[in-house]
């Protein structure tokens, strides 16, 4: 018998999984549409209900669990959110073997571009060991996306 989920995760069997917050989005693909239930973990309130925290957890149990932060233009707080998630899904029980984070904010000067978010992110993949994507638009992610590149 399987043990009941907490309210709040959701499980979701179709082709894509869904988080959005204040106009901003991010559609996951689920490849194996209906035969593996990538699950959405609301953090924000749910998961962790006071302190820093990301808005979600967008977890795939054979290819990785994305942290997401949907962020109006605020890097720097969004890797502060995202890092005080980190460890805390690390230790639950629902976590999957690899992390990552994405961060989607709103339009503006390319994060990539800044050097203070690049340095934020070199630290924060260095301190954390996981892949972080900064993104200025809503789109489409595959899971794969988010999983170690290959040395």
């Given at each position: 018998m399987?043990?009941?989920?907490?309210?709040?995760?959701?499980?979701?069997?179709g082709?894509w999984a869904?988080?959005?917050e204040?106009?901003?989005s991010?559609r996951?693909r689920n490849?194996a549409?209906g035969?593996?239930?990538v699950r959405?973990v609301?953090?924000?309130g749910?998961?962790?209900?006071?302190?820093?925290?990301?808005?979600?957890v967008?977890?795939h149990?054979?290819v990785?669990?994305?942290i997401?932060e949907?962020k109006?233009?605020d890097?720097?707080?969004?890797?502060?959110?995202?890092?005080?998630?980190?460890?805390?899904w690390r230790?639950h029980?629902l976590?999957g073997?690899?992390?990552?984070?994405?961060?989607?904010?709103g339009q503006?000067?390319h994060?990539?571009?800044?050097?203070?978010?690049q340095?934020?992110?070199?630290?924060?993949?260095t301190?954390f060991?996981?892949?972080l994507?900064?993104?200025?638009r809503?789109r489409?992610?595959?899971?794969?996306?988010?999983?170690?590149?290959?040395s």
């Amino acid at each position: 018998m399987r043990s009941k989920l907490p309210s709040y995760v959701q499980e979701n069997a179709g082709e894509w999984a869904v988080v959005r917050e204040n106009n901003r989005s991010a559609r996951f693909r689920n490849p194996a549409n209906g035969r593996i239930k990538v699950r959405i973990v609301t953090v924000d309130g749910g998961m962790i209900t006071s302190g820093a925290r990301a808005d979600y957890v967008v977890a795939h149990p054979e290819v990785a669990d994305v942290i997401v932060e949907l962020k109006g233009s605020d890097v720097a707080k969004a890797i502060e959110q995202i890092s005080a998630t980190v460890p805390k899904w690390r230790q639950h029980a629902l976590a999957g073997a690899n992390h990552a984070a994405l961060i989607v904010r709103g339009q503006g000067v390319h994060p990539n571009t800044s050097l203070q978010t690049q340095r934020l992110a070199k630290r924060f993949r260095t301190s954390f060991q996981m892949k972080l994507l900064i993104e200025t638009r809503n789109r489409d992610y595959e899971f794969t996306e988010f999983l170690p590149q290959k040395s």
